[in-house]
């Protein structure tokens, strides 16, 4: 009877050994496959930063520098500003892009700190004050490349609509996190608008909706003439 319960024993023991190194193996394998991911991100994004971002910087230059050089006024000056302005708009895109395939910029801190630095410089040469209320304390979370983008995507066409369309002296932003989510609000202090009257934003509320939602995330927007607009998109964090 002993030798027969010993026999069971080692047998469940074995099973629990093999099950548990089993795990152990296919965390690895897990671990490996992210850090090969990883590196391919990092090189792709260095690549885009490299290449495709230097040669867009030399057409624009180089369109510009025509304009100077031959005094077109014409409608050859007029291509040639736009295709400096279509590459200088692109190079935008690509920094975006770099960015939130970087996977050095998962952390939330990262998303904070490149809100703030953006919203910043776009903000610096108009006469619109900026106001961030961020924590102190960000949680050490990850977001995914897709969720990233998509964040910073909408609150750079938000902030877009702002300059171009809200007469506002001053815009808040905030940014708050849960253990599950991260919560970004943009409220400008400008003459709001009529939400059914949305056509001179063309698409933009439309594709900021859908960008947000397509990720998993809630998009909110709610605007009232003379009393400015306030943006809020909620997202789940990793």
């Known amino acids: 009877t002993i030798a027969f319960w010993t026999t069971i024993a080692g047998s469940i023991g074995g099973t629990i050994r093999y099950v548990e190194m089993r795990k152990l193996k296919q965390k690895i394998e897990r671990l490996e496959r992210e850090r090969a991911l990883d590196r391919e991100r990092a090189r792709i994004s260095l690549d885009m930063h490299d290449e495709v971002g230097a040669n867009l910087t030399k057409i624009a230059i180089m369109s510009e520098l025509a304009m100077k050089t031959s005094g077109a006024t014409d409608g050859t000056g007029k291509q040639l ?103 970004l609000s943009i409220n400008d202090k400008g003459k709001g608008f009529v939400l059914q009257d949305i056509s001179r934003y063309g698409n933009g509320l439309v594709n900021m909706r859908k960008r947000i939602e397509d990720i998993g995330g809630n998009f909110e927007i709610v605007s009232r003439p003379e009393q400015g607009t306030e943006i809020r998109l909620i997202v789940p964090v990793a």
């Open 81 to 183: 500003r736009n295709i400096s302005q279509t590459a200088r708009e692109v190079i935008d895109s690509i920094g975006a892009i770099v960015w939130s395939i970087n996977p050095k910029n998962d952390k939330l801190d990262n998303l904070a700190g490149y809100i703030r630095e953006y919203a910043s410089e776009i903000f610096e040469i108009t006469p619109i004050q900026c106001r961030f209320d961020f924590p102190d304390e960000i949680p050490s979370r990850s977001l995914t490349p897709e969720a990233r983008r998509s964040i910073f995507l909408t609150m750079k066409e938000a902030l877009n609509n702002i300059v171009k369309h809200s007469g506002a002296t001053r815009v808040e932003i905030g940014l708050k996190f849960t253990e599950r989510q991260v919560e």
